[in-house]
């Protein structure tokens, strides 16, 4: 097997922030650097950038960031094996700039040479402009999709999970997952040894359980409404109680449909999918802040067994409670919490 050459599309933006060269630098260190001892052909790298400049100096670096400096254009992306576009400006995300229509169609024709396409995290939106998304499923980070499936509607969008591999597409969530999906692209390279080997050198796993769900906060933000704000917060003093939308209407004073019309309303959700996700969050505290057992953490966010908290936490956060407590539960958890 032969890894091939690699090549991402730098879209240049002096007001990018260092903090938002992560994905970028995620590609760099798993495609950059040779392990010849892992394998004996490592992954060429180049860094493609719409305005290449192979001189320059220290004083042209823009304050508080960095400069690139390659001598490859975009045009160097339709020679490649696989191209990866990282994160793009927050002014493209939010729609007050365009994808540049130069980069746009560098990758359409990097698509057509048969190069392997890749996004990490907001890339995704440079990949769905060209039309490399139309009829597919693919991700980014979970903050952004709901943005990403209303401006590409041909678009499949899924939030809940770290990568999709849609064949010769393939597509990563936000920030960590873009490593998640790189080590996955060595994985189908070089074989699951090498990209084992390499997730210990990085100190991450070589594949996690679960997908982005599991890292979305599932309480739904307090309403401003002055006469269901005082209901939430009784219920949610109460999410171990056999709550009903009945008990709800009934404290609020109005009838059962009258309660479901305004919730909705006010939260975009019904009263069972808001009292269902209440739960799951107060599992998810529960399980982060304590070592209480399974049993008693189902009891005390509502959801009865510790087989229907399973099958919920599956089913809504993409990981059994036991994987997201060896994730997510803190050192200092307490030994019960009143248990």
Not at 72 to 96: C, F, H, K, N, R
Not at 118 to 141: I, K, N
Not at 330 to 337: F, L, N, P, S, V
Request: proline fraction near 7%.
């Amino acid at each position: 097997m032969r890894p091939g050459s690699v090549a991402i599309a730098v879209v240049d933006d002096v007001d990018v922030p260092p903090w938002d060269l992560y994905e970028l630098a995620i590609a760099c260190s798993v495609f950059g650097k040779p392990q010849p001892d892992l394998a004996d052909t490592w992954y060429t790298l180049r860094l493609c950038a719409t305005r290449p400049d192979p001189g320059g100096a220290a004083e042209d670096e823009p304050p508080g960031g960095f400069a690139l400096r390659t001598p490859y254009g975009l045009d160097a992306l339709a020679t490649a094996d696989t191209v990866i576009v990282p994160s793009v400006p927050m002014s493209v995300v939010d729609g007050e700039a365009p994808v540049p229509p130069e980069l746009v169609a560098a990758l359409r024709l990097a698509a057509e040479s048969g190069a392997r396409m890749v996004s990490l995290c907001t890339g995704a939106f440079a990949l769905a402009e060209a039309g490399l998304l139309d009829g597919r499923r693919a991700t980014a980070h979970w903050m952004h999709t709901d943005d990403l499936a209303k401006r590409y509607p041909k678009v499949t969008v899924d939030d809940s999970v770290l990568y999709v591999d849609d064949g010769d597409v393939l597509t990563s969530a936000g920030m960590t997952a873009g490593l998640d999906l790189c080590l996955h692209l060595v994985r189908c390279d070089l074989g699951a040894r090498v990209a084992g080997q390499l997730a210990r050198r990085m100190v991450v796993p070589a594949h996690r359980a679960g997908g982005q769900a599991q890292f979305i906060d599932l309480s739904v933000p307090a309403t401003d409404d002055a006469g269901l704000g005082p209901v939430l917060e009784w219920a949610s003093e109460r999410l171990h109680e056999p709550l009903t939308v009945v008990d709800l209407a009934r404290r609020a004073g109005v009838s059962p449909r009258t309660f479901f019309r305004q919730l909705q309303a006010a939260t975009g959700t019904t009263p069972l999918k808001w009292l269902l996700n209440e739960r799951l969050a107060r599992a998810q505290t529960l399980l982060e802040t304590t070592t209480l057992p399974i049993e008693r953490v189902s009891e005390r966010s509502g959801l009865g067994s510790a087989a229907n908290l399973r099958r919920h936490f599956t089913l809504h956060v993409g990981v059994s409670p036991r994987e997201y407590r060896k994730a997510f539960a803190g050192a200092g958890a307490g030994a019960g919490a009143g248990s």
